[in-house]
């Protein structure tokens, strides 16, 4: 049994809620905020409807300061 429940989810987060490799991804936006790269950033910030019932919500809304948009999608590592 204990080496089903390591391959079991553990739950979503609560909506709004950065995973690890999320935060992580933030930091380094942040550092190229800083670096004056990156104009602002939001995360869940924009949802784009693409057809009748179907949206896509990216992790991180970015405007770089060339001014160019940029959505932004983190995954994990794949296995």
């Known amino acids: 049994m204990p080496a089903q429940r390591a391959l079991q989810a553990l739950g979503r987060l609560k909506v709004g809620t950065m995973n690890k490799t999320e935060a992580a991804y933030a930091d380094t936006l942040d550092a190229?905020?800083?670096?004056?790269?990156?104009?602002?950033f939001k995360f869940k910030g924009v949802k784009l409807r693409l057809a009748d019932n179907t949206f896509c919500t990216s992790?991180?809304?970015?405007?770089?300061?060339?001014?160019?948009?940029?959505?932004?999608?983190?995954?994990?590592?794949?296995?």
């Not at 970015?62 to 794949?78: D, I």
């Open 59 to 79: 992790d991180f809304a970015v405007m770089l300061n060339n001014g160019v948009f940029e959505m932004h999608e983190v995954k994990g590592l794949a296995r």
């Open 32 to 40: 190229r905020r800083y670096v004056g790269e990156v104009a602002w």
